[in-house]
C-alpha cells in the first residue's frame, strides 16, 4: 500500500541555522509529492510541490525539495530557519496516478530556538 | 487565487445534536472536495471525497451515516455530523480541487467540541 512516513516527529533547530525535514514514501508508479505547513489552530499552507521534471523544487518562504528516487526520498530544506518558521509540516503524496486522494505523512514538529 | 473557506471555524455541540460545517471554494469551481479529520498532533485522515452531483465516496471505517456529505454545487459541500457524541470532537479540514487539476486547496479547518 502506498505510504508516505515522516521519520523525525519532533525537530528543534536554533534560529539562522539550516534545516531539514525527512520524507520517505512507497509507491508503485511516479508520485505526486507534496509539503504543508500548518500553524496551531490552521489549515494547511503549501510550501512546494513536485509532479515530474527537475527534481530540485523551489517553494515558497525560502524552502525548497529535493525528489530522490533511488532513495524513494522528498526531503524539505531550508538554508536558514526564521522564528516564524515553527510549526508542523506535513508531508504528502497521491494515492494513485490521477493525483486525487492525498496519502499525508504523520507530520514533523519544528521547534525553533532564538 | 484559489482560496477555500469553512464556515464555522469553531463550533460547539451538546451530545445528540446535529451540526453542519460548510466548505466553499471562493474563487474557482470545485469539481472534487475532500473532508479530513485531524486529531491533537496528529495527522490528516481522509474522511471522504466527494464529486459535485454525485455522493461521496467514504473511506473505510468511516460511518456515512453519521457523516453526511453534500456536494450540491460546484462551490459548496458541507459535512453534517449526525447526533454528535464527545469523541468526534476533532479538528475538520476541506479541501478542493478543480477540473483537471491535481492540486488541492485546503480550507482553515473547523474545531467542533462535542459536550
Known amino acids: 500500500a502506498q505510504s508516505v512516513t515522516q521519520p523525525d516527529i519532533h525537530i528543534t533547530v536554533s534560529e539562522g541555522a539550516s534545516l531539514e525535514l525527512r520524507c520517505n514514501y512507497s509507491?508503485?508508479?511516479?508520485?505526486?509529492l507534496f509539503w504543508y505547513v500548518q500553524s496551531p489552530g490552521q489549515g494547511l499552507q503549501l510550501l512546494l510541490k513536485?509532479?515530474?521534471?527537475?527534481?530540485l523544487v523551489q517553494g515558497i518562504k525560502g524552502f525548497e525539495a529535493e525528489f530522490k528516487r533511488s532513495q524513494s526520498s522528498f526531503n524539505l530544506r531550508k538554508p536558514s530557519v526564521h522564528w516564524s518558521d515553527a510549526a508542523e509540516y506535513f508531508c504528502a503524496g497521491s494515492r494513485d496516478n490521477y493525483g486525487q486522494n492525498f496519502v499525508f505523512g504523520p507530520g514533523t514538529r519544528l521547534s525553533v530556538l532564538p | 487565487g484559489a482560496v477555500v473557506s469553512q464556515h464555522p471555524s469553531w463550533v460547539i455541540c451538546k451530545s445528540g445534536t446535529s451540526v453542519k460545517i460548510e466548505c466553499r471554494s471562493l474563487d474557482f469551481q470545485a469539481t472534487t472536495m475532500f473532508w479530513y479529520r485531524q486529531f491533537p498532533k496528529q495527522s490528516l485522515m481522509l474522511m471522504a471525497t466527494?464529486?459535485?452531483?454525485?455522493?461521496?465516496?467514504?473511506e473505510q471505517g468511516v460511518e456515512k451515516d453519521k457523516f453526511l456529505i453534500n456536494h450540491a454545487s460546484l462551490t459548496l459541500s458541507t459535512l453534517t455530523v449526525t447526533s454528535a457524541h464527545p469523541e468526534d470532537s476533532s479538528f475538520y479540514i476541506c479541501?478542493?480541487?478543480?477540473?483537471?487539476?491535481?492540486?488541492?486547496?485546503f480550507g482553515p479547518g473547523t474545531r467542533l467540541t462535542v459536550t
Open positions: 513536485y509532479f515530474s521534471g527537475d527534481t
Open positions: 479541501s478542493a480541487r478543480e477540473r483537471g487539476s491535481y492540486e488541492q486547496y
Open positions: 466527494s464529486n459535485e452531483g454525485s455522493k461521496a465516496t467514504y
Open positions: 509507491y508503485g508508479a511516479t508520485p505526486y
